[in-house]
T-cell receptor, first 112, second 112 residues
Framework: DAKTTQPTSMDCAEGRAANLPCNHS???????VYWYRQIHSQGPQYIIH???NNETNEMASLIITEDRKSSTLILPHATLRDTAVYYC?????????????FGTGTRLKVLA | GAGVSQSPRYKVTKRGQDVALRCDPI?????LYWYRQALGQGPEFLTY????????KSGLPNDRFSAERPEGSISTLTIQRTEQRDSAMYRC??????????FGEGSWLTVV
């Protein structure tokens, strides 16, 4: 079973920030938080990952709470092309365990 | 290659036939994963390799499913005596052994 909980769906206005939450209350100390997205039937696309510090790249920002039990993916200026299913995953791929268990994700619809 | 390459992209087979799905990972990637994805669902873990060693096959549904990666590069997922319930998208992903995994575009399998 997936170790994360995400809302089933969200809407966001084009040009606004999209904030996608994820709960991972049973995360262990070595597990990273990863975010992927899947547009239509394409393969899941890696977005960002982090351990405990906030992270930012050209696609998004990742905010992880201090207790690491939840996180938020932020798309700062959502576009129509960001409409996709977003998956939050916890995994410990740096110390030899590897399983990425996907849940059902959050279906984000960006509205014009 | 530049990305994970899977073939065939589309396969229609008759019930009872065997099928082989091929995955060519990103050059230099030592870890290789197989997932299955049904419509509207997240990817479901099947099996995982580090180099040529199959580290975990706990997600393979039954003994009709097998996978190999004999030289630590290209992998083949084989489904024997296919059944209609095997119809799905089969996705391969690869990684450097740590950090994110990167997916291919998948192989659509339809069993008629």
């Amino acid at each position: 079973d997936a170790k994360t909980t995400q809302p089933t769906s969200m809407d966001c206005a084009e040009g606004r920030a999209a904030n996608l939450p994820c709960n991972h209350s049973t995360i262990s100390g070595n597990e990273y938080v990863y975010w992927y997205r899947q547009i239509h039937s394409q393969g899941p696309q890696y977005i960002i990952h982090g351990l405990k510090n906030n992270e930012t790249n050209e696609m998004a920002s990742l905010i992880i709470t201090e207790d690491r039990k939840s996180s938020t993916l932020i798309l700062p200026h959502a576009t129509l092309r960001d409409t996709a299913v977003y998956y939050c995953i916890v995994s410990d791929t740096y110390s030899g365990t590897y399983k990425y268990i996907f849940g059902t994700g959050t279906r984000l619809k960006v509205l014009a | 290659g530049a990305g994970v390459s899977q073939s065939p992209r589309y396969k229609v087979t008759k019930r009872g036939q065997d099928v082989a799905l091929r995955c060519d990972p990103i050059s230099g990637h030592v870890s290789l994963y197989w997932y299955r994805q049904a419509l509207g669902q997240g990817p479901e873990f099947l099996t995982y390799f580090n180099y040529e060693a199959q580290q975990d096959k706990s997600g393979l549904p039954n003994d009709r499913f097998s996978a190999e990666r004999p030289e630590g590069s290209i992998s083949t997922l084989t489904i024997q005596r296919t059944e209609q319930r095997d119809s799905a998208m089969y996705r391969c992903a690869s990684s450097l052994g740590q950090g994110p995994i990167y997916f291919g575009e998948g192989s659509w399998l339809t069993v008629v």
